[in-house]
């Protein structure tokens, strides 16, 4: 009998091992909740500042204004940087959590089959002793079944704890999966956090370069939005002249059919300021659109705003019009050439992400907005183009002597309306 109190005790001190394992995971800790309330405390005020920046867009294009809303955006990217990094925090404790919580587990989940073996072993021994073995040693034969009957009860016991011992080991791979996805989202929330850095860049480049050139001065603002409009109407007659030599057409049947979503929007958040073709802005200005009418889409994008491929494809160029003659055409473009007939046009960006040949996917981040080229104010202006009709071509500048524009130009024909193949708003 002390033999079986021997077993006994061994096999219940397993099966407390394994009642004891951890299933519940880490509690969140008052870190983890201050991080919390950071990370909503900036999001509210984030969303305050967007709210004010975008007020101000609607307003009076003057200078004042221009400068509030680049203090504003740099004021909500730096906050957004915060963000950012408290979100990386988090993340970082998470991941640190969930680790800790494998260790432990993988511990505990060694030591308890370490036990259960020996447990086993052990009633395997009692199994085998002969009725009897135990009796002539000085047991009763009701003492022996008694015995054979608690074994067989822990036996039991010990089956249901490494059934459960294995649901706990596919909760820990469960556990190792989620940790996996943690760091994904870490890698993410990095990346993010270089845009926002670029960004914030970009937009302290242009207000430096805004006060630069009007010295603070309203007069001196006004003065340069007259010169670009004059810079655009003689750039707008170069390119008439230029394209109708070129003896460009679009191939019959080339384009996709028109339907909504065959190309995605350029940015996350999207407000149209002017639609394609004879738009009440280009009616008014005839001597800068020639009649013609508005060639592209423009979006508000205040500077610094990630600009995305509407489509995968290669870069076909990019290039920079103000290094030929200022504030006359797109400035910062890229061109991208997509497998569907369509080749789309990113302008007046601050900022170049991307190089010719280079291949990109739906959504990359092919630069940032600005307001180079011929622009009052910071935004993108978005270009569709049918392939076979449009090309990147050099053309000489009759406003800048001796000087060549290189930029995407078309046909009359190839330029499309973006709306017929943008998501539906």
Known sequence: MALFVRRLGIAVAVLLLALSLNLGGARADETADNLQLSIDSLKNEIDQLKIQLNNTISQKNTLQNAIKQLDLQIQTLTKSISLTNAQISQKDKEIKNLNGNISTTEGEIGQSQAGIAETLRTLQEADNEPMMVAVLGGGSLSAFFDQQITLGTVRDELTNRVEDLSKH???????????????????????????QKASLAAARSS???????????????????????????????????????????????????????????????????????????????????????????DFAASPGTPILAALEG????????????????????????????????????????????????????????????????????????????????????????????????????????????????
């Not at 191939?251 to 009440?280: H, K, M």
């Not at 007046?348 to 739906?362: A, D, E």
Request: proline content about 4%.
């Open 169 to 195: 080991t596919s909760n820990l791979v469960t556990t190792k999966a989620v940790a996996v996805g943690k760091r994904k989202e870490l890698a993410v929330l990095q990346s993010n956090l270089n845009t």
């Open 314 to 425: 290669v870069v076909l160029g990019t290039g920079n019009t103000d290094t030929t003659c200022p504030n006359a055409s797109f400035g910062k473009w890229v061109f991208i050439k997509h497998g569907n007939g369509l080749s789309t046009l990113y302008a007046h960006l601050s900022t170049i992400s991307v190089s010719s040949g280079q291949q990109v996917g739906t959504g990359d981040v092919v630069g940032y907005s600005g307001s180079t080229g011929y622009a009052t104010g910071p935004h993108l202006h978005f270009g569709v183009y049918a392939t076979s009709g449009s090309k990147i071509a050099t053309f000489p500048s009759s406003s800048c002597k001796g000087k060549s524009y290189t930029m995407p130009v078309g046909d009359v024909t190839a330029y499309l309306n973006p709306m017929s193949y943008l998501p539906s708003l």
């Open 207 to 297: 207000q430096n370069t805004l006060l630069a050139q009007t010295k603070n001065q309203e007069s001196a603002y006004q003065a340069l939005i007259k010169e670009k409009q004059e810079q655009q109407a003689k750039f707008e007659q170069d390119l008439l002249k230029y394209q109708n030599s070129l003896g460009l057409s679009v191939e019959a049947g080339s384009l996709p059919g028109v339907r909504p979503g065959v190309i995605q929007w350029p940015l996350r958040n999207v407000r149209i300021t002017q639609y394609f073709g004879n738009t009440d802005f280009s009616t008014k200005n005839p001597q800068i659109y020639n009649g013609k009418g508005h060639t592209g889409m």
